[in-house]
C-alpha cells in the first residue's frame, strides 16, 4: 500500500516537473487574459475596416455581406432541395419543413462523388455534373415535375451581390457553410444570430445592422455578415504573438502569408504544430533522449486527431505512447506526459484566440442593441469543436470570461451545411413571399396621380354643394359661414379677453395687441380644469363654473374693472348666424352637459355674466378654432387666407366670396367659411379609395359612418389604422410569429405620436423595437421593418389625401378672383403636422402636384385658438368701429 502510495507521488512530482519544463519552453503560446482582450479590440478595429467602403479594399478581415436578412422565426414551411458543395464529394438533400403540432424538419440525403478530373477541370464541367447528380436525385424522389426552391451550400471565399447572383436556375439561395451553420441552429433556438467553424478550417458569421454594412445599400434591418476571419492577421497584426513554429508552418503550406490566424488555430493545422514543437525539442535533447526518427520529420505524420486522442484524461498518455512508438520515438513515461502537456498548451491557445475573436463579435451585436447584458446563442461546427474531449469547454469558459456581460448559449449544429442551406432557402422563400402579399396589401395604400385627381375634382363639387343653398341642407361638406369678413390689416389695437373651451381644460387669456410699427402681441393666460361632474351636469351648470373662472382671471391680472372685449373659441360643432351667436349642434369630446344643444352659446355665457353681477364683458365673437389658425397666421403674413388643422382631428377654411356664400345676405366682400371637411365622403364618394380596414377604423368608433375624411388622414385615427393592419399582419403570420398580443387587441393603444417616432430617419430599428416593446409587441428586427413600412403606407395616403383636399381649395380660390396664377399662404395648427417627420412634406408636393398654377406657402400657427380668437375679436371690433362710424 505504501509503495503503490510512493510510485504515486513519485509520478505526480514527475509529471509537475514536466508540466513546468514545457511551460518554460512554450511560453510564448500561453496568452493571458490581458492579451486576449487586446486581440479581442484588434479583431473588433478590423471587423469595421472589413464593413467600411473606404478600408474594405485594403482590410484582411472581408466582412462579406451574405444577404441573408433573416433567421428562422418558425413559420417557415414547404418543400426544398439543398446542395452542399465544399470538397471530393457533394451532397443533395431533400428538406420537408412542416407544421402539424409543432415544426418539423425530415431529411432524405444522397451523396455524390465528384470525379478528380472534374474538380480540377473546367466550372462548366463542374457544374454541368453537378446539374446531372440533381437531376438523378430528383427523379429518384419523384418530383421532377415540382418546381422546389433550391438553396446551395458553396464553401469557399465568394464576394454575393444578391442570394441567388451567380447561378442561371431556379435557386433562392446561395449560402457559405458557416451561415448554414447559423441557420440550422436558428431554427431551434430563434435567439441563434452567431454561426460558428472550428474544423479543418476556421470561420464566423454574425447578424449585422444594416446601416453599418457601408457595401449594400439601405439602412434598415439586419443581414448576416461572413467574416472570413482566417486572414486575420495577415496584415502582419498578430505578429507579436506568433511563435516561430507558427511561422515554420506558414513558410510549408500552399498559401504562405494567407490565413494566419486559421494557421494558429484550425484543425488543418494544429497536428502540424504539434510536431514541429516535439521535434526542436528533440533536437535540443529535452524529448526522446534526442533521438529523431524519419517519421517524426514527415510533415502530415501528427495529425490533429492525435492531439485529441493524447489529451484524454484517462486514456490520453495510452494513447500517447502508442502514436509516439508509432513514430519510432521509443517514448519514456515522462514523454508522454510532456507530450500530452504540448498538445493542450496547443489546443489551448487555438480555443482562447477563437474565444477573443469571438467575443468581438458578440460585443459588437451587444453595441448594435443598445442592452447592457446580451442574451445570445452562438451554433457551433466543425470536427476540432465536436470531436476534442476539452475544446469545446475551454472556448466557452474563456470566451464567458471575456465577455462577462454577455449570457451566451453555445449550440452544436446538425448537419448545418445542408439543413442551413434548405434553412436559408425556406426564410428567403417566406420573406419573398411575405414581401408580396405585404406589398399586394399596402398597394391600396399608394394613391395614383389620377386617383388624386379624383379626390380633388369630388371636394370641389362637394365644397360647391355646401355652399349653394338649394343643396347646402343634405351637403356632408357644410361650409358654415363664420361673419370672420377680413383678416387682420395691422391697425388692430388693444387689449382682448379669449375664452378657449374644446376639452376637459379650458384656458382664460389676456391678449395685449399693439399697432404701429413694431407691432406687438402680448399674451398672459391661465388654465382651468372642468370637473367631470360639470361636463356632465346642466347647462347652468357648466356656463357658471366658466364665468367663475373668468372671475378668478380677472381678480389675478388686477381687471375686473374693465368691459373687454371677449373672442371665445368653442370647438364644437356650431352654426353660427352672426359673429356673436353660435348655435351648438352637439357635443362631442365626452360632454353631456343639458339644455345646451340647440341653444346660442354666447346667450348661454351672457347670462352667467349677468347672474354673477360682479363684472360685464364685451362678447364679440365665437370662434372655430380653425378660423383662429387662419388668423393668426394672417396676422403675420397678410397673403394668409386659408386656415388648416391637422392634429387630432382635420378641418379647414378659407376666405370665400361672398357672392358664392349663398346661405348669408349680401355679394360684396368676402367671408371665411368653415368647411366642417371631415365629413368629405359620408356620401359614399370616397368608397372607391377607402380599404377594409378604413371601414374597420369606422365601424367601431364613436360616430361611425361620419366623418369619413377625417378619418382617414386625421391623427386620431391614423394609429388605429395601421394597429388594424398590423392584427391582420399577425393573423397571417407575417409579424410578432402570428401571436396576438392582448395590447394589439386594444383600441386606441398605437397612437399617432407612435408613427411619428417609428417614422424617424433618425431612429434606427432598435427604437422601433423599443416603442413596439413599450405597446407590449415584443418583436424582431424584421417585424420593426414591417411595422415601419405599414405606418409609412398609412401616414403617406393621409398627406396625400389631405393635399388634394387642399389643392381643391386653392385652385377654388384662384378661378374665384379670376387668375392665371395665385400666391396664397396656409396657416396651418395640429400636431400631426408638427411632428410627423414627412407629413407636411408630401403634403405641401401634393398641392403642388395637383394644383400647378399656385403657389402655396405653408405659415405654422402661433396659438390659433388664443390668440387667433383674439385677433378676430380685434378685427370684429376694427369693423364694428368702422361702421358706427
Known amino acids: 500500500m505504501i509503495a503503490a502510495q510512493l510510485l504515486a507521488y513519485f509520478f505526480t512530482e514527475l509529471k509537475d516537473d514536466q508540466v513546468k519544463k514545457i511551460d518554460k519552453y512554450l511560453y ?10 487586446d486581440i479581442m479590440s484588434r479583431f473588433k478595429r478590423e471587423m469595421h475596416n472589413g464593413l467600411s467602403r473606404d478600408f474594405n479594399p485594403t482590410a484582411t478581415v ?3 455581406p451574405t444577404f441573408v436578412r433573416s433567421i428562422p422565426d418558425g413559420s417557415e414551411k414547404g418543400d426544398f432541395i439543398a446542395l452542399d458543395l465544399g470538397g471530393s464529394y457533394f451532397r443533395i438533400l431533400r428538406v420537408k419543413v412542416s407544421h402539424e403540432k409543432k415544426q418539423t424538419v425530415q431529411m432524405e440525403t444522397e451523396i455524390y462523388d465528384t470525379p478528380e478530373d472534374i474538380m480540377h477541370g473546367t466550372g462548366t ?19 421532377k415535375d415540382k418546381k422546389l426552391p433550391v438553396g446551395f451550400t458553396f464553401s469557399f471565399p465568394c464576394r454575393q451581390s444578391k442570394l441567388d447572383e451567380d447561378y442561371d436556375a431556379d435557386i433562392m439561395a446561395v449560402v457559405n457553410d458557416t451561415v448554414g451553420t447559423m441557420m440550422t441552429c436558428g431554427f431551434d433556438d430563434q435567439r441563434c444570430e452567431v454561426g460558428l467553424i472550428i474544423g479543418t478550417g476556421t470561420n464566423a458569421c454574425y447578424m449585422e445592422e444594416l446601416r453599418h454594412i457601408d457595401l449594400v445599400e439601405g439602412d434598415e434591418g439586419r443581414m448576416c455578415i461572413n467574416t472570413e476571419w482566417g486572414a486575420f492577421g495577415d496584415d502582419g497584426s498578430l505578429e507579436d504573438i506568433r511563435t516561430e513554429f507558427d511561422k515554420e508552418i506558414d513558410r510549408g503550406s500552399l498559401n504562405p502569408g494567407k490565413q494566419l490566424f486559421e494557421k494558429m488555430v484550425s484543425g488543418q493545422y494544429m497536428g502540424e504544430l504539434v510536431r514541429l514543437i516535439l521535434v526542436k525539442m528533440a533536437k535540443e535533447g529535452l524529448l526522446f533522449e534526442g533521438r529523431i526518427t524519419p517519421e517524426l520529420l514527415t510533415k502530415g505524420k501528427f495529425e490533429t486527431k492525435h492531439v485529441s486522442a493524447i489529451e484524454k484524461s484517462k486514456e490520453g498518455l495510452n494513447k500517447a505512447k502508442e502514436i509516439l512508438t508509432r513514430l519510432g520515438v521509443e517514448p519514456s513515461h515522462e514523454d508522454c506526459i510532456a507530450v500530452q502537456h504540448v498538445c493542450t498548451i496547443v489546443s489551448f491557445r487555438s480555443a482562447n484566440l477563437v474565444a477573443s475573436t469571438l467575443g468581438a463579435i458578440l460585443n459588437q451585436l451587444r453595441d448594435n442593441k443598445g442592452v447592457t447584458r446580451l442574451r445570445t446563442t452562438v451554433g457551433v461546427d466543425g470536427s476540432l469543436y465536436k470531436m476534442h474531449p476539452q475544446y469545446a469547454r475551454r472556448l466557452q469558459k474563456t470566451t464567458r470570461r471575456l465577455v462577462p456581460d454577455s449570457d ?5 449544429s446538425e448537419s448545418g451545411s445542408g439543413k442551413g442551406a434548405a434553412m436559408v432557402t425556406a426564410v428567403a422563400y417566406r420573406l419573398s413571399e411575405q414581401h408580396r402579399l ?38 356632408k361638406v357644410k361650409m358654415l359661414p363664420t361673419f370672420v369678413r377680413s383678416t387682420p390689416d395691422g391697425t388692430e389695437n388693444g387689449d382682448f379677453l379669449a375664452l378657449d373651451l374644446g376639452g376637459t381644460n379650458f384656458r382664460v387669456l389676456l391678449v395685449k395687441i399693439r399697432s404701429g410699427k413694431r407691432r406687438t402681441v402680448e399674451m398672459h393666460n391661465k388654465i382651468y380644469a372642468i370637473p367631470i361632474e360639470v361636463m356632465q351636469g346642466t347647462g347652468e351648470e357648466l356656463f357658471d363654473h366658466i364665468v367663475s373662472c373668468i372671475s378668478d382671471f380677472l381678480d389675478y391680472m388686477g381687471i375686473k374693472g374693465a368691459r373687454l372685449p371677449l373672442g371665445f373659441t368653442f370647438s364644437f360643432p356650431c352654426k353660427q348666424t352672426s359673429l356673436d351667436a353660435g348655435i351648438l349642434l352637439n357635443w362631442t369630446k365626452g360632454f353631456k352637459t343639458t339644455d345646451c344643444e340647440g341653444e346660442d352659446v354666447v346667450y348661454l355665457l351672457r347670462e352667467g355674466i349677468r347672474r354673477r353681477e360682479e363684472f360685464d364683458l364685451d362678447v364679440v365673437a365665437v370662434v372655430n378654432d380653425t378660423v383662429g389658425t387662419m388668423m393668426t397666421c394672417a396676422y403675420e403674413d397678410p397673403n394668409c387666407e386659408i386656415g388648416l388643422i391637422v392634429g387630432t382631428g382635420s378641418n379647414a ?7 358664392n356664400v349663398e346661405m348669408v345676405e349680401g355679394d360684396q366682400g368676402r367671408m371665411c367659411v368653415n368647411m366642417e371637411w371631415g365629413a368629405f365622403g359620408d356620401n359614399g364618394c370616397l368608397d372607391d379609395i377607402r380599404t377594409i380596414y378604413d371601414k374597420a377604423v369606422d365601424d367601431y368608433s364613436l360616430n361611425a359612418g361620419k366623418q ?7 391623427g386620431m385615427y391614423l394609429g388605429e389604422i395601421v394597429r388594424n393592419i398590423l392584427i391582420d399582419f399577425t393573423k397571417r403570420g407575417f409579424l410578432f410569429r402570428g401571436q396576438i398580443s392582448e395590447s394589439l387587441k386594444t383600441r386606441g393603444i398605437f397612437e399617432t405620436k407612435f408613427l411619428s417616432q417609428i417614422e424617424s430617419d433618425r431612429l434606427a430599428l432598435l427604437q422601433v423595437r423599443t416603442i413596439l416593446q413599450q405597446l407590449g409587441l415584443n418583436g424582431t428586427c424584421d417585424d420593426s421593418i414591417i411595422v415601419k413600412t405599414v405606418c409609412g403606407a398609412v401616414s403617406r395616403r393621409g398627406a396625400q389625401v389631405c393635399g388634394a383636399g387642399m389643392a381643391a381649395v386653392v385652385d377654388k380660390i384662384r378661378e374665384n378672383r379670376g387668375l392665371d396664377h395665385l400666391d396664397i399662404t396656409v396657416g396651418v395648427d395640429g400636431t400631426l403636422y408638427k411632428l410627423h417627420p414627412h407629413f407636411s412634406r408630401i403634403m405641401h408636393q401634393t398641392v403642388k402636384d395637383l394644383a400647378p398654377k399656385c403657389n402655396v406657402t405653408f405659415l405654422l400657427s402661433e396659438d390659433g385658438s388664443g390668440k387667433g380668437a383674439a385677433l378676430i375679436t380685434a378685427v370684429g371690433c376694427r369693423l364694428r368701429d368702422a361702421e358706427q362710424n
Not at 708 to 714: A, D, L, N
Open 125 to 143: 464541367r463542374l457544374f454541368d455534373h453537378v446539374a446531372e447528380c440533381l437531376g438523378d436525385f430528383m427523379e429518384k424522389q419523384q418530383i
Open 62 to 64: 472581408k466582412m462579406l
Open 708 to 714: 369619413r375624411y377625417e378619418k382617414m388622414i386625421s
Open 653 to 659: 377654411c378659407y376666405m370665400e366670396e361672398m357672392r
Open 438 to 475: 405585404i406589398d399586394e396589401t399596402l398597394a391600396e395604400f399608394k394613391l395614383t396621380h389620377e386617383q388624386l385627381l379624383q379626390i380633388k375634382k369630388r371636394m370641389r363639387s362637394e365644397i360647391e354643394a355646401g355652399l349653394r343653398k338649394k343643396t347646402h341642407e343634405n351637403a
Open 28 to 37: 510564448s503560446m500561453r496568452l493571458s487574459d490581458e492579451t486576449l482582450v
Open 408 to 412: 451566451v448559449r453555445f449550440l452544436l
